[in-house]
């Protein structure tokens, strides 16, 4: 794949979450598998910026890609159990500004 792909597969897994965001925080409490659903998401988010860092050349370390791989480690590395809802939820709240700082980091 190329980083234009890998990039468009960024934005549409970002855009993907926040579609996912419920009506209420009491909603997204009592939805379990829409938590492991947005969860990985998130994880497919940050092997996506992964790919496209590397594809596109970047050094690591750089955000905001460094920053979705690093979530994506601590995310992919958990027990269903141990899944912070409270955090997922704040992010999943977040993921549009994220989706922003992915288009300016990427404007020409």
Known sequence: MTAAEFLAGLRRTLTEITQLV??????????????LAVMKLWIDAGNYAES??????????????????GYRGILAHL????????????????AGAVLADIDDATRP
């Open 79 to 94: 027990l269903p159990e141990d899944l912070n809802p409270d955090r997922l939820w704040y992010d999943m709240n977040d």
């Open 22 to 35: 419920p009506e209420s925080r009491d909603a997204w409490d009592r939805g379990r598998v829409l938590q």
């Open 52 to 69: 496209y860092r590397k594809a596109a050349g970047l050094a690591a370390g750089v955000e905001p890609w460094s920053g979705l791989v």
